[in-house]
């Protein structure tokens, strides 16, 4: 593979003194720039091994290093100044020089330097070719022959009997044009490991296969990197075991739909809220406990007391469920929310007195459906109703 040198430097005594102890092809191609041409000529660090005298240019050689992450840096500097060298290697250096070394040093420290950016420019070569073939996509590690590569992965997942998940992610449809594929897989990519792969399936749509790993740890990893998205993904996981292709994306594909259609974002997934993780599920209906129902209730309970005649309104609270009571001389009521530990929340409406037994009743919604709005309407119409009902008089009810 061809290879492009750099040398950058104010001072054109430094192109003499480093010319006799580079080692160059004849398919390489050899640059020099003083760094006033950088901004001109910048198109010409890509993927370039460079040579940088950073002699009075300390600052400026800081800013470069920051800026050329996909190109091989050796820094010469006049001295061994500790304090540039840590904050060279902090900036993406490859190998600081010291301009008083050896030929014999000089060589050396640049040989591994050659070596690697070769390598780059090899694996930039095949990675065009990859491209070309619509088998990768352009700006992200992104794959794109999904039916093939996932049979393929599936075969050495089984053969090999290794633990692994397939997740399908998408925006829903309000947030599908909001977000741009190469911020989706930038994200993403950088929060899995190497040997994960990221593969579009349509547009702004992955599939993530993800090894070593099972659904709850990968939800638990998808909550982290969906942090990092301005608009709302949505995910669904399922394990691979000795599926095949098409078992393993539909059901995929499935939980994906779950979690759009039921609004699970990036906190919590269908997957989990449907009950295949009791312990996150009973942490989730806790937090509604604590940020909903609780003070809901609360709120209700000091809107009504000593409001209506002879009636008291008292609370039983706790992790498992949350009990509104309202009672008077001849009959007594409550309301409660409560959750199997399954897929809904139960509200379960009672009465003590045996004239009203025939108003008991049990409303179940899905979790995400209990907001705020809807429990101060049900506790209103609970309230009025056991109002109308009781045999005594009540004050009047702003």
Known sequence: MDGKIVLISDDKNFFEYLMPKLIIRKSDELFRFSFDELTEKFHQLTSSLLIINSENKQEQTLELLSITKDSISVVFGFN???????????????????????????????????????????????????????LITLNNEVLLDSNWLIENELNKIHANNVEAVLGAISPDDKSRFNIQAHQIETIILNNIRSNDLLINFATNKYFLLLY?????????????????????????????????????????????????????????????FMGNNFKLYKEEFKNKLDKIINPVFYHMQQKYNNRLFNITINLIQNNAQCIFNIASENESGSLSISTPGYSAVNIDIKYECSDNNQKNKRISIEPDELEAGLLEDLLEQFILEFKDNNEESYDHIE
């Open 80 to 134: 061994d100044d500790e304090e540039f060298k840590i904050k060279g290697y902090r900036a993406g250096m490859f190998s600081y020089i010291s301009l008083s070394s050896s030929d014999e040093a000089i060589q050396a420290a640049l040989l591994p330097a050659l070596k690697m950016i070769a390598s780059i420019n090899k694996n930039n070569f095949y990675r065009d070719i990859l491209v070309k073939n619509s």
């Open 212 to 272: 070593n790993i099972n659904v709850e740890n990968a939800y638990k990893l998808w909550n982290k990197i969906a942090q990092n998205f301005s608009e709302s993904m949505y995910v669904g996981f399922t394990n691979i075991g000795k599926k095949n292709r098409q078992q393993v994306i539909n059901e995929a594909l499935n939980k994906l739909h779950e979690s759009i259609n039921r609004g699970f974002k990036s906190s919590l997934t269908a997957d989990v």
